[in-house]
């Protein structure tokens, strides 16, 4: 599999994203799903080697020199596997044939222990347009714009009632 | 009242835990695990996560798993602060493609001065516009466009202050934000507006306190102390009642500012009461109630509701009943403000009685 070399040319998507970096991770909201993600450090650097021009193996490349220690391409394979399926890349990338049918579980456990970076992950967090709950309304009341409800966390808009 | 193992109560800890929270490098907490674990709960429902995520960085604490729930409450704040600085941006643009030029008050006027705006919670975009353009501005919101935004209008600057729309412009500056410049008040009106609405709300809110903490420490040698206290003899007892509480409970510097001295002279039921908001910052009297009127077909409900409301909370029956922060037992304001809410609600009663549901929900809004 290490020596397996991709021809594929993943791209990151770009449109309808609000993209914050941290120090250590990147923030992404997807204002069309109103999904947030959370990329560490190993996921947003494959991310953003995904111009469409590099190929897994490249990028493999690319992150082995920047992480100074060797990274395999099923390391990047996992990430595009993530990022493709919360919809932060133009097109999903197939997993290769010695990947497939394995359980992510198995992946992860098998990736990490041939691998000396910390393995990509993408976690969702909960959406902001739902977090308004500094100034949600009770139960019962009317809902005179569209705001959130405290019983629900959901939002209510006119002329609906908070359950 | 809510306590810790060791019988510190949740409000301490709150007050502990966001002692110096807003500054670039907050000093160390004191608070142990077993406290930040009971503590964090309500500080996440009441807006104070972030920033006590900012507080313990570094700290041994970082490491446990309730620090990991306070970092995604602030990774939830910063993309939160990046979607309202976008919403902010089109919404001036809206303004302004109609000639009017609105004043930001609260939310990212406030969070831009932490040192990241994603330390503070958002919730609408606050706006002060010339009453004569009210109308004008309402209808841009009721657009298509318009009503993607939680926008709440002022005209002038009613229910939060007693200046002028045009006496706030002409001390107000503008800043940049993306392509557009916002306009937000002076440091001094900002603070004034601050306090009084975190005392109008009954200082429920620990992470409102921190704002006036951040601006009161801020306050530095050009800061015209005549020009946010007033003439009002009353307002500015007020603030200074305010800007004592983020001082007593935040710990806000305020050596050397001409207020330091009544500052640290609070009426001794001041703290107690907000004390006693900050045990339950996250409790349902907070939110909006549900009008009585809604009850009226339930005896018993409305009975319990009746009952919810007393006592008023009394720092919020001071400011209604336009009272002093004096060394006077508050059950007059209390008393005050409980009858004239009930009269209210009983003058409403006939409406209410022959309204139809939907013209209920219109009358009421």
Sequence with gaps: MQKRTAKLEPLARTEGLIVQRLPDEVLVYDLDRHKAHCLNQTAALVWQHCDGEKNVAQIARRLSKEFKTEVGEEVVYLALEQLGKDHLLAERIP????????????????????TAVALPIVISIMSPTAAHAV????????????????????????????? | MMKTRKGKPGSSLISSLLTGAWRETPPPSEINAAELEQVAPLLIASGGGALAFWKLRGS????????????????????????????????????????????????????RHYPEPALRPYGDIDLFVRPEQFERAGKIFESEEGRKFFVDLHKGAEHLDEQSFESLFVRSETVKLGEVSVRVLSPEDHLRILCVHFLHHGAWRPAGLCDIALLAEAACSNFD????????????????????????????????TPIAEAARKLPRWLVPAVMKEWENPVSVDHVVPPP????????????????????PNPIQATIVMNGSFNEWPRIIFQAGNYLTRTAKFLASLPKEAFASPDSKHRDRH
Excluded at chain 1, 95 to 114: C, E, F, N, T, Y
Excluded at chain 2, 300 to 308: P, S
């Design chain 2, 60 to 111: 041994p604490l970082a490491s446990t798993q309730t620090a990991a729930d306070l970092k995604q409450v602030y990774r939830l704040y910063t993309l939160q602060a990046a979607i309202h600085e976008r919403e902010i941006e089109r919404v001036i643009q809206l303004l302004n493609s109609e000639d009017i030029e609105p004043i930001l008050v609260k939310g990212w006027s406030m969070a």
């Design chain 2, 292 to 311: 009585l009127a809604n009850r009226l077909s339930h005896p018993f409900e409305t009975i319990k509701a009746i009952r919810r409301r007393w006592p």
């Design chain 1, 135 to 163: 100034t949600c309304i009770a139960s019962g009341s009317p809902c005179s714009t569209t705001v959130v409800c405290c019983s629900t966390l959901a939002t209510c808009t006119p002329p609906a009632t908070c359950p």
């Design chain 2, 225 to 256: 102390w005549d020009a946010c206290l007033t003439q009002n003899r009353k307002r500015a007892g007020w603030i200074i009642c305010a800007v004592g509480l983020a001082h007593q409970l935040l710990g806000a510097d305020i050596t050397g």
């Design chain 1, 95 to 114: 997993m290769p044939q010695q990947m497939q049918g394995v359980s992510r579980r198995d992946l992860m456990r098998r990736v990490g222990l041939a």
